[in-house]
Each structure stands twice: as structure tokens, then as C-alpha cells.
């Protein structure tokens, strides 16, 4: 499973890069409307930083409006996905940003049905909101497994990108669904590190080690 961070930040970015185990970024309006600087400026060294996808949305809502800023957000880099909303308008842009070779990640889908319309439109990625649908009482997981299920079914190419993810059972249900990727703020990325047993069998492993090496000294 491919692991996006879902940021704008590039201070951030750069951080978990290093780590060597981020496979691309995803952002959206609100989180660049949080950085300083220009969006495309920024849009480019996150592209030059993670050196696979990074998705920046439109913000137009008709067909022409989306068209335009698609392709002006496709010129910044070779890596940028264009990401556009699921609606009438966004399906529609899809499938013309798609057929004219342009990546498109669908955003804000939150049910089986959007998620097959962008596929038929030619979707290089859907990006379900699991947390947002789970803030409102519905099972998110249970979305993604519905859109697996559907996608295997037609052989359908279009990756399925888990987003809006909240805490380390979104991402480990995730994988065991066979998600092609999870896309997870900073944060969360860190959370995946941690287990308190790793720190106190390292604590132990330490001291021990210290304690024999003084003792030959
Ligand atoms: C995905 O592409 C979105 O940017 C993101 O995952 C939304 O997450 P949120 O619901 O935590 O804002």
C-alpha cells in the first residue's frame, strides 16, 4: 500500500520524505490556504521534494472553470494530479482531463455510487473521506471495502485512496482491504511509529548494554 501525507506544509514534508517511506502528497484548499507563499510555488517544491504524485485542487465548481485550472495546475509539474470535486461538473471535467492524458484524483466522495461515476470517467484516483463520514455516525471503512469489491468486479483501474484518515485502525483496515493507498496527516504518519513496548524493550536493551560496558571498563 502506497502511503501519501495529506499536507502543505513543506517544512513537514521534507521531514517524512527523508524517512524514505513516502510514496506522494495530497493537499487540498484548506490546507495550502495555511501556508505562506504562493500555492504553485509551494505546489512545485512539494513535487520536487517527494519526486512521485501530489494532487492540488480546483477550486473553480463549473466544467470550464475546472478545465481551466486543471491544466494550468497539470503545467506546474510532471507529478501533479489534478484533483477535482465529486459533482456533475467534476465528473465531467474528469473525463475530459483524463482523455486529454491529465491524472485526476476525484475528492470528497463518500458513497459506492460516486466512486464507480469517477471510474467510468476515467478517475486515476478516488479519494473517500472515511473520517468525515465517521464524524457523522456511518462506518467509513465499510465504504472502502464497498468500492474495492465494485472496482475488482469491472477491473477497473482507478486507485482507491483512503483519506481523510484519523488514527492507525483507518490505515491497518486500509491495507487489509488491499487499498492502493492511504493518504494521512503528519501527525498520524507519526502515530504509526510508535508502540510503547518498542520503547520500553529499547529503554531495556540500553541500559543493560551500559551496565555491561561499565563493568568492563
Ligand atoms: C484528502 O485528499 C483530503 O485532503 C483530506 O484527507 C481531508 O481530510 P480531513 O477530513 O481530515 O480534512
Known amino acids: 500500500m502506497k502511503l501519501f501525507i495529506d499536507s502543505g506544509n513543506i517544512k513537514d514534508i521534507e521531514a517524512l520524505v527523508a524517512i524514505g517511506i513516502i510514496d506522494g502528497v495530497t493537499t ?29 485542487e480546483v ?26 470535486p465529486l459533482t456533475r461538473a467534476g465528473i465531467q471535467a474528469c473525463k475530459t482531463l483524463s482523455s486529454d492524458g491529465i491524472r485526476v484524483n476525484v ?20 479519494s473517500p473521506f472515511v473520517g468525515r463520514l465517521d464524524d457523522v455516525g ?3 471503512m ?9 472496482y475488482n468486479n469491472y ?3 482507478t486507485e482507491v485512496l483512503v483519506a481523510s484518515t484519523r488514527n492507525p485502525i ?18 498520524l504518519i507519526d502515530q504509526l511509529f510508535n508502540h510503547p513496548l518498542t520503547n520500553i524493550g529499547l529503554d531495556k536493551f540500553l541500559k543493560d548494554w551500559e551496565k555491561s560496558q561499565a563493568g568492563k571498563a
Open 28 to 56: 487540498n484548499p484548506s490546507l495550502l490556504a495555511k501556508e505562506p507563499g504562493d500555492y504553485r510555488e509551494n505546489l512545485k517544491k512539494i513535487c520536487q521534494i517527494v519526486k512521485g504524485p501530489v494532487s492540488g
Open 59 to 84: 477550486t473553480a465548481i463549473d466544467v470550464a472553470g475546472m478545465l481551466e485550472q486543471g491544466r494550468e495546475i497539470a503545467k506546474i509539474d510532471h507529478y501533479m494530479i489534478v484533483k477535482v
Open 107 to 126: 475528492t470528497l466522495c463518500f458513497s459506492a455510487a460516486q466512486a464507480l461515476l469517477a471510474a467510468k470517467a476515467g478517475a486515476t484516483y478516488i
Open 138 to 140: 456511518t462506518n467509513g
Open 142 to 150: 465499510g465504504l472502502i471495502k464497498e468500492i474495492i469489491e465494485i
Open 155 to 157: 477491473d477497473f483501474t
Open 170 to 187: 483507518h490505515i491497518v483496515e486500509a491495507a487489509r482491504m488491499g487499498a492502493d493507498i492511504c493518504t494521512c496527516p503528519p501527525a
